[in-house]
């Protein structure tokens, strides 16, 4: 699928392209998938690192940095082409809305959780600060740069997420 969108783009992404590449029946691709807004963020999800297990770099910084570096990785290819597709098709539509929220799987919050959880561990993060809206910070911010600004995302502002934002929220204790 990926394959297909990198040459047709989200636009001409058809449903019968991606089942003629894949060798299989329109019929049952759409028996999985039954509309290609299915079939791209299932593509993407599928794709983008497993932010449930962060990579453990031995710091704070260093985690978040390199989860974030990844999501900007997979951000700057096929699978954030057809994100940005999908996401400014639902803008004007409601119930595409609605079914992209569904796969929105809170992985990411899982991912930051387990980031955060290692450093409290190592004293880099006071656990008082850890609510659900600090740790959604840094993803809800590269997702904003993406969708107002694209891709690619540059280094200097992850490591501006990071080290002016998160890092001091996660430290900063609740008033």
Known sequence: ????????????????????????????VYRRWPSKVELVMDAVYHVFPNAASPPDTGSLRGDLLAMMRAVAEQLAGPAGLA????????????????????????????????????????????????????LEAGHAMVRHHFITRGVPIADEVLVEIADEVVIPLLQMPRP
């Open 83 to 134: 994100l940005g597709g999908v996401l400014s098709d639902a803008l004007g539509d409601p119930e595409l809305a609605r079914r992209v929220r569904t796969y929105a799987r809170g992985a990411s919050q899982i991912g930051m959780r387990e980031i955060a959880r290692r450093a409290v561990a190592r004293g880099e993060a006071d656990p008082a600060a850890l609510t659900e809206r600090r």
């Open 1 to 28: 699928m990926l394959a297909e969108l990198t040459e047709a783009g989200y636009g001409r992404l058809s449903m019968e392209r991606v089942a003629e590449r894949a060798g299989a029946s329109k019929a049952s």
